[in-house]
Structures are given as structure tokens and as C-alpha cells.
């Protein structure tokens, strides 16, 4: 088992930047792929960001590259999304999901991941 709790969300003015958290608790937190999601009111849980155990590969949804920076720390157990130049399209609910036996690779499926953190909302105004 393991459990996912983000923090850092707020509400922010376009063009500013915010870092989300996600820290795990839990056994072989190194292992896992973990994953970055957000969901806007009315809206399907979309991914956003993505990287495999080691922080050697990442990958973005189109929408966010060259804005977004996910990283991780595996010896704090934590997974970071650094987000910059935000803009009010952006504004959402976002999560943090992990995938144990991973395989050395990212996962880009809301359905490859069996864990999910409860959420931290980000606003962003025009």
C-alpha cells in the first residue's frame, strides 16, 4: 500500500507559477512510476505529466510542455510539478497517482495507476 497526499495548489493570477507536492508514505516509493492528473468541474480526469522511477524520463501532455517541470526525490519520498506561465485553462483539480512494478517506464493512462492521492485544487484568474 501506499498513500499519496499533495499539497501546494492555491490560487494564483495568470502567468504565475505555483509547485505542487506529493508526498508518499508507503512501501518502495522508489520503485513506482508516478503521474500528475487534473480534473476541471464537468470534466474527465485528464493526465498532464508523468515520470518513470528514476527521474531519467519524463513526458507531458501537449498542452503544458516548455510550462510544466515534473520531478521527484526519492529519498523524500516526494514527487514535485513545478508550474509556470499558468494560465486560467489550467485551473483545476490536480492528482497524483503511482504505479508500483513499473518497468523502468512513465505511464501516461489514468487505468495503469492503482494509487491515488485526495487532490489539490488550483485556480488560476485572468
Known amino acids: 500500500q501506499v498513500q499519496l497526499v499533495e499539497s501546494g495548489g492555491g490560487l494564483v493570477q495568470a502567468g504565475g507559477s505555483l509547485r505542487l507536492s506529493c508526498a508518499a508514505s508507503?512501501?518502495?516509493?522508489?520503485?513506482?512510476?508516478m503521474g500528475w492528473f487534473r480534473q476541471a468541474p464537468g470534466k474527465e480526469r485528464q493526465y498532464v505529466a508523468a515520470?518513470?522511477?528514476?527521474?531519467?524520463?519524463?513526458h507531458y501532455t501537449d498542452s503544458v510542455k516548455g510550462r510544466f517541470t515534473i520531478s521527484r526525490d526519492n529519498a523524500k519520498n516526494t514527487v514535485y510539478l513545478q508550474m509556470n506561465s499558468l494560465k486560467p485553462e489550467d485551473t483545476a483539480v490536480y492528482y497524483c497517482?503511482?504505479?508500483?512494478?513499473?518497468?523502468?517506464?512513465?505511464?501516461?493512462?489514468?487505468?495503469?495507476?492503482?494509487?491515488w492521492g485526495q487532490g489539490t485544487q488550483v485556480t488560476v484568474s485572468s
Open positions: 497517482a503511482a504505479k508500483y512494478y513499473s518497468g523502468g517506464y512513465y505511464y501516461y493512462l489514468k487505468n495503469d495507476y492503482s494509487y
Open positions: 508507503g512501501r518502495a516509493f522508489s520503485s513506482c512510476a
Open positions: 515520470i518513470n522511477w528514476n527521474g531519467g524520463t519524463t
